[in-house]
């Protein structure tokens, strides 16, 4: 692991005052594609990042430099959504194409086509031990199937709309859903039934995902909020305001003290602080809508996909004294 990456997992954020915001810093600002991106991730050991967008392609490329490992074909329209499997031997894709794709991490040989979708594959996500996958689509179905066999496993509840995202919990037994419907569902993965639902936001729930070991699930709207909830009662923790348009994309640090989000209309990645409520810092430099953020597994990194073509990883110890 390089240099710049160990040194980024040390410093302890939560307990820590912001630095001024010149001392942003941005460590790769990558370029490979083509057109907009529209989806990012980190794989599991943090140093190859997957990005997929509006050239129908997947790359593959070092986190440190930005070197392409490789560029994968067969997509035949827009990538929405990618996903290293939990040993980072493997890559799920989605796409505008209703196809899910699986392919081999280290060359992009697609192994596995599942198709099932009606319409577009917005979110695929594996589960803690890899022997499931979640889709997500435009078609207001989820979907869980096999990684075994790659067949699907029991139906899942239809929503009401679009389903942008899908995510396991921490112990693979649920998964919690945001719905263009303006709800968040959680789900048990093994009979297929809803256990809980809520309306998220006023607007679009676009995205949602787990954080503190699964005590808590962070949302994201097109009511320009970002709001935490508890998982277990559903009950509002925290709205986060600050952002001046749709909040397109969410995610929860693996180290449970920060929170990253990404608009659609003012194209700044913001981080949060869970604890207060606080906005930690507004990193600007995208010049068009903020698709999708990730964290690097140390919590360290954010990864920013937009659709001005680029991808950014920040160095957030530039934001915290030490």
């Known amino acids: 692991m390089n240099a710049f990456l160990r040194g980024g997992m040390v410093a302890v954020m939560a307990a820590c ?3 001024a915001f010149s001392q942003e810093k941005v460590l790769v600002n990558y370029t490979g594609h083509s057109d907009g991106v529209k989806a990012v991730a980190f794989s599991p050991d943090g140093k190859r990042v997957a990005s997929g967008g509006s050239d129908n392609l997947l790359r593959v490329w070092d986190a440190s430099t930005g070197k392409d490992f490789f560029v994968a074909t067969g997509h035949t329209a827009p990538i929405w959504a990618v996903a290293f499997n939990p040993d980072g031997k493997l890559i799920a894709t989605g796409s505008d194409d209703k196809s899910v794709r ?13 198709r099932g979708h009606v319409r577009s594959v917005g979110d695929v996500r594996f589960s803690p031990d890899g022997k499931l996958l979640a889709t997500a689509s435009n078609d207001y179905t989820l979907k869980v199937w096999d990684t075994a066999t790659w067949k699907e496993t029991v139906a899942m509840p239809e929503h009401r709309n679009w389903v942008s995202t899908a995510e396991f919990s921490p112990d693979g037994k649920t998964l919690v859903t945001a719905s263009y ?13 809803e256990l809980k639902s809520w309306k998220a936001h006023t607007d679009w729930v676009t995205a949602a995902c787990y954080g503190k070991k699964g005590k808590q699930i962070v949302s994201s709207g097109g009511d320009k909020l970002v709001k935490l909830w508890n998982a277990s ?15 397109r994309t969410v995610a929860y640090s693996p180290t449970d003290d920060s929170i990253a989000s990404g ?27 903020i698709m999708q953020v990730a964290y690097h597994p140390g919590g360290r990194l954010v990864a920013s996909a937009s659709s001005d073509g680029t991808v950014k990883i920040w160095d957030l110890r530039f934001f915290f004294k030490k």
């Open 17 to 19: 005052a912001p630095l």
């Open 102 to 114: 699986i392919w081999l991490a280290s060359n992009g040989k697609e192994l596995h086509f599942l």
């Open 181 to 193: 419907d303006f709800w968040i569902r959680l789900i048990d993965v093994k009979e297929g039934k």
């Open 233 to 247: 009662s559903g009950e509002l923790i925290k709205t986060f305001e600050g952002h001046a348009d749709i909040v």
């Open 263 to 289: 608009s659609g209309g003012d194209n700044t990645v913001r981080l949060w602080d869970p604890e207060t409520g606080k906005e930690i810092v507004a990193m600007k430099g995208h010049t068009q809508e």
